[in-house]
């Protein structure tokens, strides 16, 4: 059963505008991450929040956490046709594996 | 660069066929993932091992998948019998350490049955 559920499911935007995705999930958890999936491609990890943790940022990527209300963000800065890609977030309850979320679709159209 | 290697990459068969999917995780991974991944229904997993040693496969059907690990280099699923329903693909995935530390996956094995 899916932990996490991310949304929008699709997101097109224009090459250099920010995209922000959420995720939000259910039942209290450890850690929080977010994946990217280039189609036809294996998930890549992007970053790992946790749970006592508010804001991680990594080069153009802002992680947001806010257990209260069981939900992350994932901002994209300045984003390029690169970043066109879907994008998982995936949560642990504890030394547990991953659950992922069905992902949102990002299209940066150049 | 260390990466999860795969095979085959693409498998077509016909419903009733035993498929074999192939895994080599990173060197020094301890823990082995089985997802398979749906439009319908996302990623799910089916089943993973740490050091070699299965650790839950209630993911998967019993009556027609198994998962091993032979030896620390190589994980395989197996579908016997394959049937339609079983097309999607299937990614294998590594990590150190314990479950929820980041994991490293591979290209993924789509998998048709007709």
């Known amino acids: 059963s899916q932990q996490g559920e991310e949304d929008p499911q699709a997101l097109s935007i224009q090459e250099g505008e920010n995209a922000t995705m959420n995720c939000s999930y259910k039942?209290?958890?450890?850690?929080l991450q977010w994946y990217r999936q280039n189609s036809g491609r294996g998930l890549v990890h992007l970053i790992l929040i946790r749970s006592n943790e508010r804001e991680k940022h990594s080069g153009r990527l802002r992680v947001t956490l806010d257990t209260s209300k069981k939900s992350s963000s994932l901002l994209i800065t300045a984003s390029r046709a690169a970043d066109t890609a879907s994008y998982f977030c995936a949560t642990d309850a504890g030394n547990t594996p991953l659950v992922f979320g069905k992902g949102t679709r990002l299209s940066v159209i150049a | 660069d260390a990466r999860v290697t795969q095979t085959p990459r693409h498998k077509v068969t016909e419903m009733g066929q035993e498929v074999t999917m192939r895994c080599q995780p990173i060197?020094?991974?301890?823990?082995v993932f089985w997802y398979r991944q749906t439009m319908m229904q996302g990623l799910e997993l089916l089943a993973y091992?740490?050091?070699?040693?299965?650790?839950?496969d209630s993911g998967m059907p019993k009556d027609r998948f198994s998962a091993e690990m032979p030896d620390a280099t190589l994980a395989t699923l197996k579908i016997q019998p394959s049937e339609p329903r079983d097309s999607a693909v299937y990614f294998c995935?590594?990590?150190?350490?314990?479950?929820?530390?980041?994991?490293?996956f591979g290209s993924g094995t789509q998998l048709s049955v007709l």
């Open positions: 060197l020094g991974h301890n823990t």
């Open positions: 039942t209290s958890i450890n850690n």
């Open positions: 995935a590594s990590g150190r350490g314990s479950l929820n530390e980041k994991l490293f």
């Open positions: 091992f740490r050091n070699r040693a299965p650790l839950d």
